[in-house]
């Protein structure tokens, strides 16, 4: 069986970030959440609040791509210490709350991760992780 795999575009990769990070940012708050849930909100076309944003994507793809974003933060998170010698706010990701590590991401998506760093901490400090463009 042969499946026709298209690359993740920019927009998909940014909402998947947004999606790890509400996860991640339930998961730290200690607040009830469902999984499952959260994805099919990502991939809704009609709620309002992401549209279409991971319309065109499987849950299974989806959930791998949850791993590949728990790789990639924890990645960030190491370079953050080897660049500036000291601990981020949080070393804490996805990989303890149900999505191991799946290291064979792609550069766009480090990009979006990064980005979302980038924007979550000018809204909020206690997530900022400072990082340099490679």
């Not at 996860?23 to 607040?31: Q, S, V």
């Not at 709350?97 to 766009?108: E, I, T, V």
Request: proline share 3%; with cysteine; hydrophobic share 35%.
């Amino acid at each position: 069986m042969t499946t026709n795999r298209t690359p993740w575009t920019p927009a998909e990769n940014a909402a998947l970030v947004r999606l790890y990070f509400d996860m991640l940012d339930c998961a730290t708050a200690g607040c009830a959440y469902n999984k499952a849930a959260m994805i099919r909100s990502y991939q809704a076309t009609d709620d309002g609040r992401h549209p279409e944003a991971l319309a065109n994507r499987s849950r299974g793809s989806v959930e791998a791509k949850l791993m590949n974003a728990s790789a990639c933060h924890a990645d960030l998170i190491n370079d953050h210490i080897e660049r500036y010698g000291s601990e981020p706010t949080s070393r804490d990701t996805m990989h303890g709350h149900g999505y191991r590590c799946l290291s064979n991401y792609q550069a766009a998506l480090k990009d979006a991760m990064r980005d979302e760093i980038e924007r979550r901490a000018g809204r909020d400090d206690s997530l900022a992780i400072r990082t340099v463009r490679a």
